[in-house]
């Protein structure tokens, strides 16, 4: 009778117009730390672009996950979580996954693991083997071996819980078949003697085992980035035991890796600042064009007549006449796409109205106040000092 004993391999951290992940703003830096939030799941949803994902249902669930990033000599990186830590190497224009190790189980691979390859560009699509072995509580030898494919799949706008909409969003989809066996060791023991012959990667045994073997595990790995941040700001795993070719789900869950929690506490990205910074400077202006400038610090046409003010004390007036009885909504965000106050007016009448957005808690910095009736869509830079 075969034991059926599957163990996790790397599942690594890493979003209109997509993005395209770079080394520069895309790899894990040493030092940062981020907390992934277990959330319901999250349906991948289709492939292609101008997609819009709706998770603004999501609900946090109790767990949380810290994932941090060290450097381990020159040239690689350790990513540990959850009493796990893999181990990571920048070479050339790839990422790999040399190994992972926990308290119950050790896997170096001969042929590392590809993680990402860069550039990444919508619809691109690449595919390597890996290769690897290694012990299960000191007992039982492991033979790890399987496939990987990476496809940038989708692209669109991803809006979060509370609103927040994240443009430029590119999504990449991880397909791994993994093919495992765990022998005794002393089983195994002439198969670990030293090997004077070099290492040669199998391919056709990859495939051959994958194929006709009695059991292989397959995981599915979603990751939605945001244009502007370093890491995922979704992520979706999903993990299928086939069995003679019958598939059976063994979990699927998502995470949520907080855009404020990135910006906030992760040491100062100057490469997705500049990001950020660019794409919400081009959202303010494709705004702009479709208003009537009249003022410095106002608008005036057919449906509305507006003015604003940041007072000494913090607080941004904003003064409007609706011309027409239409539903109003004010909403004030800061550069990251975060949607700091929402003011919704559903039945008013023609009239003047005044409103106060408190902003003295706010850092100084560039804000956008976004007035939007039924028909048009009204946006102005807030400058705090």
């Known amino acids: 009778m075969r034991v059926l004993l599957f163990l996790s391999g790397s599942i690594f951290t890493l979003g209109l117009h997509a993005q395209a992940l770079s080394t520069a703003s895309n790899i894990p830096r040493s030092g940062d730390q981020l907390i992934k939030h277990v959330v319901t799941?999250?349906?991948?949803?289709?492939?292609?672009?101008?997609?819009?994902?709706?998770?603004?249902n999501l609900k946090l669930q109790d767990a949380?996950?810290?994932l941090k990033y060290t450097t381990q000599g020159s040239d690689s990186i350790v990513a540990t979580e959850h009493r796990t830590m893999y181990y990571y190497?920048?070479?050339?224009?790839?990422?790999?996954?040399?190994?992972?190790?926990?308290?119950?189980?050790?896997?170096?691979?001969?042929?590392?693991?590809l993680l990402l390859s860069f550039p990444v560009l919508q619809d691109r699509t690449v595919s390597d083997y890996y290769d690897g072995e290694g012990n299960y509580c000191g007992h039982l030898h492991i033979r790890q071996r399987g496939k990987s494919t990476i496809t940038a799949d989708a692209s669109g706008d991803l809006i979060l819980?509370?609103?927040?909409?994240?443009h430029k969003v590119l999504r990449i989809r991880t397909h791994k078949l993994i093919h495992q066996r765990m022998t005794p060791k002393e089983n195994a023991s002439a198969s670990l003697q030293p090997d004077t012959l070099p290492y040669t990667l199998n391919r056709d045994s990859i495939e051959y085992l994958l194929a006709n073997d009695s059991i292989h595990l397959e995981t599915e790995t979603w990751r939605w980035y945001a244009?502007?941040?370093?890491?995922?700001?979704?992520?979706?795993?999903?993990?299928?035991?086939?069995q003679y070719g019958n598939p059976h789900e063994h979990f699927s869950t998502s995470f949520i890796y907080l855009p404020e929690e990135q910006y906030y506490d992760l040491p100062y990205?100057?490469?997705?600042?500049?990001?950020?910074d660019i794409a919400t400077e081009e959202q303010v202006e494709r705004e702009w064009r479709n208003t009537v400038k009249t003022g410095k610090k106002g608008r005036n046409d057919e449906s509305i007549s507006y003015n604003y003010e940041l007072e000494s004390g913090g607080d941004l007036q904003v003064s409007y006449e609706l011309k027409q009885p239409e539903k109003v909504t004010i909403s004030l965000f800061n550069l990251q796409g975060q949607q700091l106050t929402i003011i919704q007016r559903t039945s008013p009448k023609t009239g003047l109205y005044s409103e106060t957005i408190p902003m003295n808690s706010y850092p100084a910095g560039?804000?956008?106040?976004?007035?939007?009736?039924?028909?048009?869509?009204?946006a102005e830079k807030i400058l705090k000092k």
Request: glycine share 6%; proline share 6%; net charge negative.
């Open 161 to 166: 819980p509370e609103s927040d909409t994240l």
């Open 366 to 378: 560039k804000y956008l106040l976004r007035i939007t009736t039924e028909k048009r869509v009204y």
């Open 89 to 113: 190497l920048l070479s050339g224009d790839s990422l790999f996954c040399l190994g992972y190790e926990n308290p119950t189980t050790s896997i170096t691979y001969q042929k590392p693991e």
């Open 227 to 242: 244009h502007g941040y370093r890491y995922p700001v979704v992520e979706t795993v999903k993990s299928t035991v086939y």
């Open 41 to 56: 799941t999250c349906e991948p949803g289709d492939t292609g672009s101008e997609q819009i994902w709706d998770f603004s």
């Open 64 to 66: 949380s996950y810290e």
């Open 269 to 276: 990205d100057a490469n997705n600042q500049k990001r950020r």
